[in-house]
Nanobody, 122 residues
Framework: QVRLQESGPGLVKPSQTLSLTCTVSGGSITTSYYSWTWIRRPPGKGLEWMGAITFDGTTYYNESLKTRASISRDISKDQFSLQLNSVHPEDTALYYC??????????????WGQGTLVIVSS
């Protein structure tokens, strides 16, 4: 079974870059036709789909984050990463990575990491 684990700093200063990595085990990030996704949940709010990278390296982004978000991967380590530039306090959230074998929509995500809390504060 695919397992995912998020890692990264828990505190980021406003205007800086948030960087998170998701390490995948029990599978390869190049397995057809998997999608590897980042989602977040701000305090008191619902889940927000941020973006995804597919098994062949194609990336997709939430339009509202497209100018600030970047998703990349390291095939040799079975990791994929999120960078979010110019963060502000509203980016404070629980950040999750997840995997889907048939797509990247929230309802298609079959395996989730535990989530990591990122606080944006000076």
């Amino acid at each position: 079974q695919v397992r995912l684990q998020e890692s990264g700093p828990g505190l980021v200063k406003p205007s800086q870059t948030l960087s998170l990595t998701c390490t995948v085990s029990g599978g390869s990030i190049t397995t057809s036709y998997y999608s590897w996704t980042w989602i977040r949940r701000p305090p008191g709010k619902g889940l927000e789909w941020m973006g995804a990278i597919t098994f062949d390296g194609t990336t997709y982004y939430n339009e509202s984050l497209k100018t600030r978000a970047s998703i990349s991967r390291d095939i040799s380590k079975d990791q994929f990463s999120l960078q979010l530039n110019s963060v502000h306090p509203e980016d404070t959230a629980l950040y999750y990575c997840a995997a889907g074998s048939t797509g990247w929509d929230l309802h298609e995500l079959e395996n989730w990491g535990q989530g990591t809390l990122v606080i944006v504060s000076s």
